[in-house]
Every structure is written in C-alpha cells, then in structure tokens.
T-cell receptor
C-alpha cells in the first residue's frame, strides 16, 4: 500500500492564481481531511469528509473548496491564492471518523507570492 | 487559541533521560491522540486514549488522561536521539474532528 499520497510536493503561485492539491489513499478509508500547518504551529483543519459525496468545513475553510467523488480521492482547491495561504498542507485519512488513528501524507509546501 | 495546548513548547534532554510533555484542552472529548512529526515530514500516530481510559502504554511511551483536569501527558522513557521531533496532541470529538495543539519540540542530545 502506498498509504496517503499528495501531489505536488512543492508549489509556488502568484496572488490570484488557482490550483488543486491532490490527495489519494489506497486503504479504503472512509474519513479524509485537509490541514494546514503554519511555521511553529500545529495543524488547523480546513475541510473534511466522512465518505464519498459528503464534505464539511473545519476551522479555516475560507478560500478553499473540496469535493469527494470517490473514496480514494480528496482534492483541495485554492480558488484565488493569497499570501496568507502560504503554508504546508497535509492530507490525512482514517478508517472511520471516530476513534481511529489518522494516516498523514507527506505534505505540500505552498508559497504564494 | 487551539483546543489542544501542549506544554512545554520546547524540551531539551540528554539521551537516556525521560521526557514528559503535557496537553490541556478546554471542551469535552471522545478521545485524545498523540502524534510525532519529524522535521519537514508528515505526522505519525503514536497513541490514542479514549475518554474512559486513564492510562495506555506502547513500548517506551506512556500516556495518561485526566478528564477531570482536562489534561493528558506523554512520557517517553529512556529517550534516544531518534526521538528528536515535535509532538502534538489532538483532541477528537464525536463529530470526527481532531483539533491539534501547537506541539512540543523535543531535542534529545546524544
């Protein structure tokens, strides 16, 4: 199993550009989530999904969209990039939404200039 | 502020010593999880402790949970240089959301 994969590893965007961060898992996990991590800080939840076709907002959803058309994939879309979105983005998945460990991808380091 | 707060922010010890880090939270939880993050990498799950549990062990790791004080601690015994990392607690709710603290940075000197 590859686990949780994320692409790209690094990305530089100009203010106002849009892009999609890809996340895929091959563990048939029901629950997937996106976090951002700013320097010296913990992770903040952006959006999460408890199954295909179901998504919900986390702590910091503004400026981001998600969709979950399949169990495996959970892309994160930045609609109009802003410098405040410069961060490291992590995707995670778990078997269920309650009481199960989360498996994290390696992260995408995004810089918005 | 974050719902899971780790203390101390940074900890530096010698190899062989024990390391203790604490996590406090503000609202009720379903479970509390501890994760490790090596520099520049994703998080790795260490231990999950449920709200009705008081203590769990995994190898050199010991986690306690005191729901009356809304706090948890992670003890790493006989630390090694390879334990150098950031450690995060995450509060898990029935809704399935996990809220992370800002972490404790542990440095173990050889």
């Amino acid at each position: 199993n590859a686990g949780v994969t994320q692409t790209p590893k690094f990305q530089v965007l100009k203010t106002g550009q849009s892009m999609t961060l890809q996340c895929a898992q091959d563990m048939n996990h029901e629950y997937m989530s996106w976090y951002r991590q700013d320097p010296g800080m913990g992770l903040r939840l952006i959006h999460y999904s408890v199954g295909a076709g179901i998504t919900d907002q986390g702590e910091v959803p503004n400026g981001y969209n998600v969709s979950r058309s399949t169990t495996e994939d959970f892309p994160l879309r930045l609609l109009s990039a802003a410098p405040s979105q410069t961060s490291v983005y992590f995707c995670a998945s778990s078997y269920s939404r309650v009481e199960y460990e989360q498996y994290f991808g390696p992260g995408t380091r995004l810089t918005v200039t | 502020s974050q719902q899971g707060e780790e203390d101390p922010q940074a900890l530096s010890i010698q190899e062989g010593e024990n390391a203790t880090m604490n996590c406090s939270y503000k609202t009720s939880i379903n479970n509390l999880q501890w994760y490790r993050q090596n520099s520049g990498r994703g998080l790795v799950h260490l231990i999950l402790i449920r709200s009705n549990e008081r203590e769990k062990h995994s190898g050199r790791l010991r986690v306690t949970l005191d729901t009356s004080k809304k706090s948890s601690s992670l003890l790493i015994t006989a630390s090694r240089a390879a334990d150098t990392a950031s450690y995060f607690c995450a509060r898990g709710t029935n809704a399935g959301k996990s809220t992370f603290g800002d972490g404790t940075t542990l440095t173990v000197k050889p």
